[in-house]
């Protein structure tokens, strides 16, 4: 966008692999420009991904805040929903504060969508931060079941269709591509 006028609201979603990278590659592009990135993760939290290492490479330029628990309702999910909702809420509350500094120019919400789906923040609240963000922010909202809603208020909306993936086939998710 640049650092001056009307900035985006730009959706990943989709059930397929790749709204998290996009929205990386996305960040990556702009620290080419100078600009200052915050990425907050919604759900992601208590396992370690190989863009963690990444980031702290782009810093101060990008700064990361892991807000979730981990996934909700996996197999090795052994936490109540309560700290989930109360890890989210959190996350929302860094993320608000934040982007009122108005010192970023682009602000990822990693996995915001599925928060809202599971219930672990609300759609209101999601809205409400994304009304109150100042006018030259890009914003971008990844994850799976994106609301109508959301959709409807984006600049760009892109959803990723799986048609083929390795654990089709018996394979393990794979270090360095998908975490």
Same mark, same amino acid.
């Given at each position: 966008?640049?650092? =001056? /006028? @009307? /900035? +985006?609201? %730009?959706?990943y979603t989709g059930g397929g692999k790749g709204k998290t990278t996009a929205a990386l590659g996305m960040a990556l592009r702009a620290v080419g420009y100078g600009h200052r990135v915050l990425i907050v993760q919604f759900i992601k939290g208590s396992w370690h991904y190989g863009e963690l290492t990444s980031i702290q490479r782009l #810093?101060? &330029? *990008? &700064?990361?805040?892991? /807000?979730g628990e981990g996934f909700v309702g996996i197999v090795d999910d052994k936490l109540p929903i309560e700290d989930h909702v109360a890890a989210a809420q959190a996350a929302l509350a860094m993320a608000r504060t934040k982007i009122?500094? $108005? *010192?970023?120019d682009l602000v990822i919400l990693d996995e915001i969508n599925y928060a809202v789906q599971?219930?672990? %923040?609300?759609? !209101? &609240?999601v809205k409400q931060l994304v009304a #109150? @963000?100042?006018? @030259? +922010? $890009?914003? *971008?909202?990844?994850g799976n079941h994106a609301h !109508? $809603?959301? %959709?409807?208020?984006? $600049? +760009?909306?892109?959803?990723? @269709?799986e048609i083929k993936h390795p654990y089709q086939q /018996?394979? =393990?998710?794979?270090?360095g591509i998908d975490f």
């Open positions: 966008m640049g650092k =001056s /006028g @009307r /900035g +985006l609201l %730009i959706v #810093a101060p &330029e *990008v &700064e990361l805040l892991q /807000g009122a500094t $108005d *010192v970023y599971l219930g672990l %923040i609300t759609l !209101e &609240e #109150a @963000r100042p006018t @030259r +922010l $890009d914003l *971008v909202l990844t !109508e $809603d959301l %959709i409807a208020m984006a $600049d +760009l909306v892109t959803e990723m @269709r /018996g394979q =393990s998710a794979k270090k």
